[in-house]
C-alpha cells in the first residue's frame, strides 16, 4: 500500500502541478489581456484627449483672435472719434480765424488780389461772385472786358466764386471751399494716424 499511496501521491502532485502550471498560464494570459487592452485604452484616450485639447486650443484662440479683433476695433473707432474731435476743434479755430481775418484790415487788399487773379484766370465775360458786404471792396478792381460782380449769399466766410460760361470754367475761391480743401492734408500730415 504504500506503494500505491506513493503513486496516487504523486499521480496528485502531477495534476496538482499541471493545475497550478495551467492556472499560471491562464493568469499570466489573463494579464497580458489586460495589460494590452489597458494600452489600446490608454492610445484610444490619449488620443481622444489630444483631439479635445487641439480642439479646445484652436477654439480658444479663435475667441481670442476674435476679442482681440473686437478690442482693436473699438480702440480704433475710439482714436478715430478722438481724431474727428481734433479736426473739427482746429477746423473751428481756423474758420474763427479766418471770420477775423475776413473782419479785418488785410482782407480788403487780399480779396482785391485774389480778384484780380480770378478773373485773369477766367478770362473776359466772366461772372465772379462775392458776399454782398464785400462787393463794395472790389469796385476799384481791374477787371477783364465783360466781366461782372455779382452778389452771392452762399458765401459764408469770404472769398470769390468764379464762372466763365463761354469757356466751361468754374471757380470756387471761397475761404469756405479753402479751408475745406484742407481736412484731408490735415488728418495726413498733423500725427494722428490710427495705427492698432
Not at 33 to 57: C, G, M, W, Y
Request: with cysteine.
Amino acid at each position: 500500500m504504500n506503494e500505491l499511496d506513493t503513486r496516487a501521491e504523486r499521480f496528485l502532485e502531477s495534476i496538482r502541478a499541471e493545475g497550478e502550471a495551467a492556472c499560471a498560464a491562464i493568469h499570466e494570459e489573463t494579464e497580458r489581456e489586460i495589460s494590452s487592452q489597458l494600452d489600446a485604452t490608454r492610445k484610444a484616450e490619449n488620443a481622444r484627449v489630444e483631439r479635445t485639447l487641439h480642439f479646445e486650443t484652436e477654439r480658444a484662440r479663435t475667441r481670442a483672435n476674435r476679442d482681440l479683433s473686437a478690442a482693436r476695433m473699438a480702440a480704433r473707432a475710439t482714436l478715430a472719434d478722438q481724431r474727428q474731435k481734433i479736426a473739427d476743434e482746429t477746423f473751428a479755430e481756423a474758420r474763427s480765424q479766418l471770420a477775423a481775418f475776413a473782419a479785418g484790415d488785410k482782407y480788403a487788399a487780399w480779396l482785391q488780389n485774389e480778384a484780380a487773379a480770378l478773373a485773369e484766370a477766367l478770362g473776359e465775360n466772366a461772372n465772379i461772385a462775392a458776399r454782398p458786404a464785400d462787393l463794395p471792396l472790389l469796385q476799384n478792381v481791374k477787371l477783364p472786358v465783360g466781366t461782372t460782380l455779382t452778389a452771392d449769399e452762399s458765401i459764408e466766410l469770404g472769398g470769390l466764386k468764379g464762372a466763365n460760361a463761354a469757356k466751361g470754367l468754374v471757380a470756387d475761391d471761397t475761404l469756405a471751399a479753402r479751408l475745406n480743401a484742407q481736412h484731408e492734408w490735415f488728418l495726413q500730415n498733423a500725427g494722428l494716424e490710427i495705427n492698432i
